[in-house]
């Protein structure tokens, strides 16, 4: 076999590899989540609303939901914000808020302006929880299944369309044909 | 392309700039959701008052990657996540954790990603193994060329000026 | 109007690019020599096509033209000129320009000097460039242009990002590209011997200069931007292996290896091969570099803003021009053989385990930089590797190479006896091993293991880079260029290791919470916290702490670090203070308001650090006395007949 084929073998290779980069560059900077097909972080934490009640995940298991990680300081989640609305409106998915290093009247105040796709927002301001679902910028989404087992998690403002292509058909069908 | 026109991305001094770009989807958006801080210095004024904790909170923050801006480590990076988690180490060494205990914490929230050095495993293996691997390969390159070409000395009649090394 | 001018005229630079390919490498190739002759014209078209392009962005920056796009992304009403015009190269699209007008600023001077070669030689080397041109102004073209307009304008800027307004910052990128555009000099004169089916002596004599200057530039600009990083992020690091960082060095290790092959192949027509491949290799890596860069398969604190079509754009560059130039050489290349020989211990030897041990450098250095991008490619999850990876990677195949050094530059050729020579050699290695000794435990007391090592490596380079030349000096032998110049990079390289070493084993650094009127002590000096006041510029505004530095008591400076925040982009840059000091540089950063009148600050100590740009300018300083030693000069007549018994390559 000629030798002097090796050098092009080897960068037919790198190029293969740099092509399936390029197809997966869209995620680039997205960490991929251990957390998927595990158990929801376990937390208790205070509700924005009404800060002496408590939300716990243990109150939320027996059903779907998604686990929105924002706060009013992140400008692209001021941009997915009309998005969660629709959402809201669409499925009967509840989207349970998760309010991140944030002050609760700014966070009031933001929802009451913009509106509230939240059943219920709990508030995290010291960083752990959102630490325990591997957070590292918001906003993040996560999709949690009634068994408490962490689905799918998307990084990023989450759209409609997004919601259609990535969520909806993780859901089992009676609730897909709603949305 | 000479009529191509950019629907305008409204500018504003001072404001938040609201671009078309931002609906598409992730990747730059990723980035832009920091707590407006760019990656630039944190300066980490932790002193744990033991001090071989210390150095092993030194040692353990340098070796963590932030995972805002993830080419610093989280003793460096500025961004609020960083020093939330450089709390949570410092919390955990404080309880009389161990470093690997630290490290499978991290590594249970974010992945093998949020470790500089990469632990040596199956999957790690080749990353380290391959230094070594072209150093042989190397190696025997090397012996062969040259058992070649010391053969062929006797055999040139090349007139060569042995006194000088020029380059 | 001016907009349009310009992108008409990379239009225009474009097709005339397409004709010097075409004319270059057709025209030979057909034995059409009238071809082969208007390829300068179109080089000179393309120039001043590119010249034209380049000044209608920079005229549009300077007059605060918002309806570029490219413009309002990057400048701002209060951006000082300067770095009004230094925006060019700030982002993606206007660095691609510069690349383009490097480029054309380089086929220019190959024009000149290949003037007296043979024409359909000169001709193929001006097609090939002529092909990398044209691909960059399509890729410029189709994805990338510059020159769009907003519409409505905007009414001010975006501003240039802060941290790239600085002196230093502003002049990195155009030397670095020179240095990375450069070797597509030596790439395009690879190609040309493959074309013509001929490589001999006289290819590698030509061939030996551009390269040489390619690498002198790339190391100034790699200097450049290690040094910026330094003073400017806040951190006193120099350098992270960063996938960008490692962009450009890889291309400069290749090019180290490949300067030095040439050296072999030009003097007794050996490594042919080798030489061929690794002027290949040297400007695809500079290729990849850019392809890394703006592609976004991979994450870095300073890539471009990325976008995938422009990524399979350049990957499909990447595809025709490496995949044809390697394609070339699995042809070619099998009937370069020669029958030269040499002894185990000849200079050929030491430049064979020079061009290996480079090779794993920079292969390590790759796989090192993809495997993040392998290991989601495998699926085998997300693969961490920085600093903890490269360094110790890295040093295995350097620490041989710094070794063999000192041994390489005093062997002769073929035979290889050293003869008188061993003693001083073996004198020269026990003083460096005294010195480094003295060095680490009698003035430092403390190190790691590897420190004196690395510390004696370094300084017998230093030593025994001299020996050559003092001997010729009292002999009263004239030094030539060639040789001078080689002594000085060594030296360079020597002063290098040194530092590096200084700086890694020696630095001292604390983080301190001080509030006003404390003190903290780091080594020899004590600081003290004096004052804090607001300051503005011209875009920006910030606080600057004054800090009092004493040494062993003594006052020995008064600094001033920085914290800025610029208005346009709502960000902060930290603007170190940094003084020299008894050879260590004092480094002080101001970090954040901690609340209770107290503030963080970094205090590092670098011993030496200096050094270590210091030391690549003059590897730099080296290369360019090498380029301009007699026998490189234009128009000289070929030396004598290539030696017996290698006879030049011709293919069937």
Redesign the interface.
Known sequence: MNRFLLPLGAFVLLAVVLAIGIRHSPEKGTIASPLIGKAAPQFALPVLTDPKRQLSSADLKGRWYVFNVWGTWCVACRDEHEALLQIQRLAEVPVIGLDWKDEDSLALRWLSELGNPYEVVAVDHDGRTAIDWGVYGAPETFLVNPEGIVVYKYVGPLSVQEWQTRFVPLLPPRRAARS | ??D???????????G??VSTR??R?????????????????????TELSDPALQSRYLALTH?L?C??????TIA?S?V??AS??RR?VREMLVAGKSDDDVRDYM????????????RFSA??AW??L???V??VG?AL??VR??RK????????????E?D???? | MLPELGHFALILAMLLAALQAFFGIAGPALGRDRWASTVTAAVAGQFVMTVTAVGCLIASFVSNDFSVAYVAENSNSALPLFYRVTALWGAHEGSLLLWILLLSCWTVAVTFGTARLPQRFAARVLGVLGLVSVGFLLFTLATSDPFLRLDPPAPDGRDLNPILQDPALAIHPPILYTGYVGFAVAFAFACAAMLEGRMDQNWARWTRPWTTAAWSFLSVGIALGSWWAYYELGWGGYWFWDPVENASFMPWLAGTALIHSLAVTEKRGLFKSWTLLLAIVAFSLSLLGTFLVRSGVLVSVHSFAADPSRGIFILSFLIVMIGGALGLYAWRAPLLKSQAGFELAARESFLLFNNILLVIAATTVLGGTLAPLVADALHLGALSVGTPYFNPTFMLSMLPLLALLSFGIHAKWKRGKLGERSRTLLMTFIAAVICAIVLVYGIYSHGKVMTPVAAALGIWIVLSSLIEPIDRIRRGISLSRAVLGMTVAHIGLGLFVISVTAVESFTLERDVAMGLGERTAVGNYEFRFDSLKQIEGPNYSGLEATVAVTRHGAPAAIMYPQKRQYWVQRSSTTEAAIQMQHGSNVFIALGDDLGGGKWSLRFQIRPLVNFIWLGAFIMAVGGGIAVTDRRYRLGRQPVAAPAAGVAPERAG
């Open positions: 392309m000479a191509q026109v950019r629907t305008s991305a409204a500018t504003s001094p001072g938040p700039i931002l609906t989807p992730v990747l730059l958006s990723t980035l832009v959701c920091l707590l407006w801080a760019t990656c630039a210095l944190a300066v980490d004024t070796e990657r995972v805002q801006c993830q080419n610093q460096d500025p609020g996540i939330d988690l949570q590594v249970a929230r974010y992945g093998e990603f949020i470790l500089f050095r990469p999957h790690t990353l380290w391959a230094p070594v072209l150093l190397g390159i090397a060329v040259l070409r010391s053969a062929l000395v006797g055999q040139d009649n090349e007139p060569l042995e000088t090394p020029s380059s």
